[in-house]
Nanobody, 133 residues
Framework: QVQLVESGGGLVQSGGSLRLSCETS????????IGWFRQAPGKERVGISY????????NYSDFVKGRFTVSRADAKDVVYLRMNNLIPEDTAVYYC??????????????????????????WGQGTQVTVAS
């Protein structure tokens, strides 16, 4: 059974750090990719980071670039999202996601594809991050 499980969220003071984990199972992570998203209360879910395992490609949204780092744990099917210099605006539920559907042969990466919710079909349950001012 394919599964993504996030953990590591919590309450932190502004300027603090957290490391989120996305534990994967049921598919070969070595050939996959993981996107990180977040959804603040009353707002849409937005993409914040992405990692593709085979190429090592990583992407970040502008509002987390330089503060967040995505990586894979050594010899584990776990992807981390290290979050530094947290601010109250980072308060949200954080999700990891992947896509196991077969893409059409005509599909090509397009600008911002990694942050498009429609490019993912498997989602975790989310973990709450709250940053106090």
């Amino acid at each position: 059974q394919v599964q993504l499980v996030e953990s590591g969220g919590g309450l932190v003071q502004s300027g603090g750090s957290l490391r989120l984990s996305c534990e994967t199972s049921g598919f070969p992570l070595d050939y996959g990719h993981i996107g990180w998203f977040r959804q603040a209360p009353g707002k849409e879910r937005v993409g914040i980071s992405y990692i593709e395992m085979r190429s090592g490609t990583v992407n970040y949204s502008d509002f987390v670039k330089g503060r967040f780092t995505v990586s894979r744990a050594d010899a584990k099917d776990v992807v981390y999202l290290r979050m530094n210099n947290l601010i109250p605006e980072d308060t949200a539920v954080y999700y990891c996601a992947t896509d196991l559907r077969r893409r059409p042969p005509t599909w090509r990466p397009y600008d911002g594809f990694w942050s498009n919710l429609n490019e993912y079909d498997i989602w975790g349950q989310g973990t709450q991050v709250t940053v106090a001012s």
